[in-house]
């Protein structure tokens, strides 16, 4: 049975943890859906075309990943798209813990589909897509915060 996995995010944009997120997973599944996200509760800074277009830059070379947009549940994703993993990232004994709940109400809803967490790297903990967002709203400079090659005034915000 092949081994395909869902990252889920709003991903707003996406930034080098969620890249080293993914990196990792590679080794772990056969396949990764990147799942952009409409989040009900949040208002996009960046467009959803945008923050496609940007993750396709990113792993343009790699097979094993595809990308994709959805609205609604991400348990109701995984299924309609044969996923029996979701690979979440965790920076923070907070994110477990936001983290875990959804998990424990996803294994409810589909009790074949696991939550696999992997832990940020150190130097990506602080790291958080409202803060890069922040840095660029003020005109910073927030490329140290994106994958390399990233120039994300390309995108429409």
Not at 43 to 70: G, M, P, W
Request: aromatic fraction near 10%; charged fraction near 25%.
């Amino acid at each position: 049975m092949k081994r395909i996995a869902v990252f889920p995010g709003s991903f707003d944009p996406f930034t080098i943890g969620h890249e080293h997120i993914v990196k990792r997973a590679l080794l772990l599944f056969d396949e990764i859906i990147i799942a952009v996200g409409t989040n009900s509760t949040k208002s996009d800074f960046f467009s959803l075309e945008s923050r496609i277009e940007l993750i396709k830059q990113v792993f343009s070379k790699e097979s094993k990943i595809s990308i994709s947009s959805y609205s609604g549940l991400t348990i109701d994703f995984c299924k309609q798209t044969g996923s029996n993993y979701i690979v979440r990232g965790l920076r923070t004994s907070a994110d477990f813990e936001y983290e875990r709940a959804i998990a424990q109400v996803n294994k409810v809803l589909d009790n074949n589909i696991e939550t696999i967490f992997l832990l940020t790297a150190p130097e990506h903990s602080a790291i958080t897509s409202t803060l890069v967002r922040e840095i660029i709203r003020h005109g910073g400079d927030a490329a140290k915060f994106l994958p390399v090659g990233i120039d994300i005034n390309a995108f429409k915000y």
